[in-house]
């Protein structure tokens, strides 16, 4: 890969088209510009700005927006949005100024990836439009997670990027960018961490720790003080941005050394945002700055070769996971009892990647193999005589080859997790259930002698 001159870049939302950000622009030669909603006229004067190996990145805001498609429907919405790219690229409106070595395209913005689950659906919808923009010979900066994540697995631990490996080949393959959003409330320096001897940070660095050897875009970055809103109320709610917090200087100073310490995969940063479209953002205009960042522009130090080996990613056990041998193991993302989208919430549900192995907890009988479309999808439920109890999995993609009757092992395997039924993303309900008459007996008040599984586990724990 040609690399740029250096690594500093310009996010833009050109509302009101301000000749000044265009002369800054000329001025820096941006290893990129990432342009909000562009037409093509404003496409073509990015693309003369740029360093002569830079990119020119396009967000269509609306498209990058439809979040619900892209957890519900991940691989359908990654495929259709990729079309969509090729319809504006090659016969629609930026027919005329499309380069495949020069532009780049965002998918989803700022997915949600708050568990396992989560993640799995971005996993597919990335996959899905990374590998369909490779097919059609565009480029795609992929991900685009917001600041703070992805998720850590405990408070010592560094940002968790295990699910989204199998990006790593298809971003490669096709010349695509990873991106991710880093901010920091006063310096992007103001907390480092330490795990097996690489330091990262919590808020900007976290993309230190990311163990894929790909190009990089930070695709929003700055000094912003709601990404640690508790500390803003407490401190008087001062402007969010860098402007009325520090000189143009000192801010184009940040920026630089940022551009410097940040994984030496990074291709470019962009500051956010030069022009804005409301006044949510209007404190952090670069416009000010504008003097200061192009006075103190300096060549990038590349790594060799670039992409470079990072580190390996990380193998923590995951917090919230039961413990027992053959329990569920995952996040739990919906606790028994609980009432926010149920009237009471019948089980455990565990957050995990579509495929995952469920084993059976204990010796027992096959109780019931069937599907319940309208409710737990693929369903298995198994009687274990020794504990006088049946476990009972549902939303599963696939079953094994079990019927009713079957005598089971503890460690056989009852079948494959999935999203069947009413299920609004990949995980699994796990219901524990007293067998004795459970048609009529409950201990509790959600009928067929359901019980909290984690008050089991701490039986069977402490028993």
């Given amino acids: 890969m040609e690399l740029p001159s250096h690594k500093m870049g310009v996010h833009i939302i050109p509302v009101h088209n301000r000749s000044g950000d265009h002369a800054y622009m000329k001025a820096l030669a941006p290893s990129c510009i990432k342009v909000i909603n562009p037409d093509p006229n404003y496409v073509a004067q990015c693309l003369s700005y740029i360093d002569r190996n830079g990119i020119v990145w396009l967000r269509d805001h609306p498209l990058s927006e439809q979040h619900n498609d892209a957890m519900t429907k991940p691989k359908e919405t990654g495929l259709r949005h990729a079309n969509e790219w090729a319809d504006k690229l090659f ?8 380069d495949p070595d020069k532009i780049v395209v965002s998918g989803i913005n700022e997915p949600f990836v708050h568990n396992i689950a989560e993640e799995t659906a971005a996993l597919e919808y990335n996959l899905a439009l990374l590998n369909r923009a490779t097919e059609l010979g565009f480029r795609v900066a992929a991900l685009n997670l917001s600041v703070g994540w992805p998720r850590n697995l405990g408070k010592d631990l560094p940002p968790f990027w295990n699910t989204f490996l199998p990006l790593e080949d298809a971003i490669n393959k096709g010349r695509h960018f990873l991106s991710v959003h880093e901010y920091w409330y006063n310096d992007p320096d103001e907390s480092w961490f330490e795990y097996n001897g690489i330091p990262f940070g919590w808020l900007s660095y976290r993309v230190n720790y990311c163990p894929m050897n790909v190009p990089i875009l930070i695709g929003e970055c700055g000094m912003e003080k ?16 860098w402007l009325g917090n520090m000189s143009p200087e000192v801010y184009a100073e940040q920026l630089w050394r940022y551009s410097e310490k940040v994984n030496p995969n990074v291709f470019s940063i962009l500051p956010f945002t030069t022009d804005w479209g409301s006044h949510d953002w209007d404190t952090q205009d670069t416009k000010d700055a504008h003097n200061a960042i192009v006075a103190k522009k300096k060549n990038a130090t590349w790594s060799n070769p670039y992409p470079s080996k990072p580190s390996k990613p990380i193998e923590p056990t995951e917090p919230g996971e039961i413990m ?8 739990i993302t919906q606790y028994f009892g609980d009432k926010r989208f149920t009237n009471g919430h019948t089980g455990l549900d565990f957050s995990m990647p579509v495929g995952t192995r469920l084993l059976s907890m204990s010796d027992g009988v ?6 319940d479309v309208a409710g737990y999808g693929f369903y298995i439920r198994v009687y274990h005589p020794e504990l006088n109890l049946d476990t009972f999995y549902g ?12 005598k089971i092992k503890a460690g056989d395997l009852l079948g494959l997790s999935g999203n069947t039924g009413n299920s609004t993303g990949p995980h699994l309900h796990f219901e ?3 067998h004795e008459n459970q048609a009529t007996y409950s201990p509790s008040h959600y009928g ?3 019980t909290d599984p984690l008050f089991l586990k701490h039986l069977l724990e402490n028993s």
């Fill in 91 to 98: 016969r629609g409106r930026f027919k005329d100024v499309f």
């Fill in 226 to 241: 709601w990404v640690d809103r508790d500390r803003w109320i407490n401190e008087g709610k001062p402007n969010k941005g």
């Fill in 432 to 434: 524990v259930r007293l």
């Fill in 395 to 406: 939303h599963m993609k696939e079953l094994s080859k079990l019927k009713r009757g079957d």
């Fill in 366 to 371: 096959v109780q019931w193999v069937d599907e």
């Fill in 324 to 331: 027992l041998s053959n329990w569920p193991k995952g996040f």
């Fill in 448 to 450: 067929n002698g359901r």
